[in-house]
């Protein structure tokens, strides 16, 4: 009788051991389960946080880019010696007396990022995608952004410099200054000095363009994860742009400027060109196959004008496109190229 009387008590006495562990696994599961929610409503906050940043980074290289469109011109006539006495007189080009030394450039945000590097162990694995390649962002492309644009800033600052301990006029504080003028007008070491800017303005655009459009690659990626609309105005392609420019295109003639003459160059073996939407960016390639198309960048339009007029940046330079009904002029420094639209 007394083995029944424990028999029963060992089972009341497991029973309740049973039942708090359960309660103390439950317990640990909801905390856990707390915790976690937290952690990822943490990496969330984070993620809406990264985007901002990647809105204003990308905001910040178009203005970059439409800075440098404007000056590469400038940069080029001064190469080609079609800028005139006029020109530096007038006051009717901004800056004309600065095209060695007046740069744009500015520190990418990556605050927002720095704070979920500390988090990592937290990302749920569903982010980890799209957290590697925003790593991959800021490592490579960024890098090498930050790279030139310390690059660019140095070579301004070395060439104020050298006009400062080497030529007179420096100091002179009169608007049209003969001996500068005839400096940047006749002088071979300032040809070469514009066409070393030149060369390193244009490596710093290229990076900005790769630093751009992988960082509204990112911006998508992470959006599309974390539920949020993909609406800054800078990501927002005029319909009327890509109406005009979506569609395969042809070559009907191109003529390149080679030592002051206008060469034509054949056209009959260069391939069609095709211009696609795509996640709403206007996508490019020379050829079918997609996985080899780059990203068409807006920079600035005159849709009212006739023809109409859109300036553009591709992954190797900026051009200026007219429409005019299915044919499109192309301006690309000192090219001139006409396509036709394939019905």
């Not at 004309?96 to 162990?121: G, P, Y």
């Not at 799209?130 to 070579?155: F, G, P, T, V």
């Not at 071979?188 to 790769?210: A, C, D, L, M, P």
């Not at 390639?285 to 591709?314: C, M």
């Amino acid at each position: 009788m007394d083995q029944n009387k424990t028999g029963k008590y060992l089972k009341y006495a497991i029973g309740e051991i049973v039942l708090v562990v359960i309660g103390i696994l439950i317990a640990l599961s909801i905390n856990n389960w707390n915790e976690k929610k937290k952690s990822e409503e943490k990496i969330d906050k984070l993620l809406v946080e990264v985007l901002q940043d990647l809105e204003h980074n990308v905001n910040l290289c178009i203005e970059q880019l439409k800075f440098y469109h404007a000056k590469d011109s400038l940069l080029l006539m001064a190469t080609f010696n079609n800028l005139t006495r006029e020109d530096y007189t007038s006051g009717k080009i901004e800056n004309i007396n600065r095209l060695t030394t007046w740069h744009n450039v500015d520190q990418l945000e990556v605050s927002a990022f720095n704070d979920l590097l500390e988090e990592l162990e937290n990302v749920p694995d569903r982010y980890k995608l799209a957290i590697k390649n925003l790593k991959i962002l800021h490592k490579r492309s960024k890098m090498q952004y930050d790279k030139y644009s310390d690059i660019i800033e140095n070579l301004s600052h070395h060439n104020i410099q050298k006009q400062a301990d080497n030529y007179e006029w420096y100091s002179s504080l009169d608007a049209v200054n003969e001996d500068k003028i005839n400096f940047m007008l006749n002088d071979f070491h300032y040809k070469n000095e514009v066409r070393h800017y030149y060369t390193i303005q244009r490596w710093f655009q290229g990076y900005i363009y790769n630093y751009l459009v992988l960082a509204k690659k990112s911006y998508k990626e992470i959006a599309v994860l974390i539920n949020k609309p993909i609406n800054p105005e800078s990501f927002q392609i005029d319909e009327r742009i890509s109406n005009l420019i979506e569609g395969k295109w042809k070559y009907a003639s191109y003529v390149q400027q080679i030592g002051g003459k206008n060469t034509p160059i054949d056209v009959a073996n260069l391939l069609d060109l095709i211009y696609y939407m795509e996640d709403g960016s206007i996508m490019y390639n020379d050829v079918s196959d997609k996985e080899d198309s780059e990203e068409l960048i807006v920079l600035s339009s005159d849709l009212e004008s006739n023809p109409p007029i859109v300036n553009f940046r591709q992954s190797l330079s900026f051009f200026t496109a007219k429409f005019k009904g299915d044919t499109m002029e192309v301006y690309l420094n000192n090219e001139k190229v006409t396509f036709y639209k394939v019905k």
